[in-house]
């Protein structure tokens, strides 16, 4: 059985991972899950937040055993954390994730996508520093596909995305590459489109690419799947 370490993407938080830890607790496994800085129960300033320390805020958490799992934008922040200190996993599971393309950062790489699905729906701070998600665009984005009861709730705990750390390239090098990785595709995603998911998770071994017929929150719509896929990777890994 495996230690599983769940990073939660944009806006969201450890509680996004509600329905999955119990999910992969059912299949033996070890599931935890953190809040990023300036997240949930963060109390890391916006101003302060950083990709270097998302990185070190996963380094803390991780042993050589254990399995990081990122969702979405926390694709980046994981392999900041391999780039750094690939011995401290056992490896990276990249969920509707973005893959890091070296020298390049997050916000450039959704801007290479095929097509563009939250320029309109998001809108910036004052101060310019961080982005929220408009009330209008939530369900549609994130929970279009999930049980009622779970945009309220989610929305209640949605919060202000620094932008800095979105906005900072990540370099990578053989470091990086010498962890080992795996991709779960969500195909009915309307956050980030399925075409690009499969391309960046396209220079990933065969056998450690799967995919979910999901939207973009599966660990809400489809926590048992979900658990189930990441255990059979988890012996691939």
């Known amino acids: 059985m495996a230690d599983f370490l769940l990073i939660h993407g944009s806006c969201h938080g450890a509680w996004c991972w509600r329905d999955l830890i119990p999910a992969l607790e059912n299949f033996g496994h070890t599931a935890r899950a953190i809040d990023m800085p ?7 300033p916006i101003a302060e937040v950083t990709l270097d320390g998302c990185r070190d805020a996963i380094l803390a ?40 393309q070296d020298g390049v950062s997050m916000v450039e790489m959704r801007r290479r996508g095929p097509s563009q699905t939250i320029a309109d729906a998001v809108e910036k701070s ?5 982005y929220t998600v408009r009330p209008e665009h939530v369900k549609e984005l994130f929970y279009h596909d999930c049980a009622p009861e779970i945009t ?39 956050t980030v489109p399925f075409a690009y998911q499969k391309k960046m998770g396209s220079e990933i071994r065969t056998d450690l690419q799967h995919t979910i017929d999901s939207g973009h929150s599966s660990f809400f719509s489809h926590p048992d799947q979900l658990a189930r896929t990441l255990t059979d990777l988890e012996k691939r890994l």
Not at 126 to 130: E, H, K, M
Not at 172 to 188: C, G, K, N, P
Request: aromatic share 8%; glycine share 6%.
């Open 152 to 190: 309220p709730f989610a929305f209640a705990r949605l919060c202000p995305q620094a932008i800095r750390p979105q906005d900072t390239p990540l370099a990578l090098s053989e470091r990086y590459q010498s962890v080992t990785r795996a991709y779960i595709a969500t195909s009915d995603d309307h």
């Open 38 to 44: 300036s997240h949930g129960a963060d109390p890391t």
């Open 126 to 130: 004052a101060d310019g520093l961080s």
């Open 61 to 100: 958490a991780s042993t050589p055993d254990t399995i990081i799992v990122g969702h979405s934008w926390g694709g980046y922040p994981i392999s900041a954390a391999a780039e750094a200190q690939p011995r401290a996993m056992r490896a990276l599971v990249y969920l509707s994730a973005y893959v890091p």
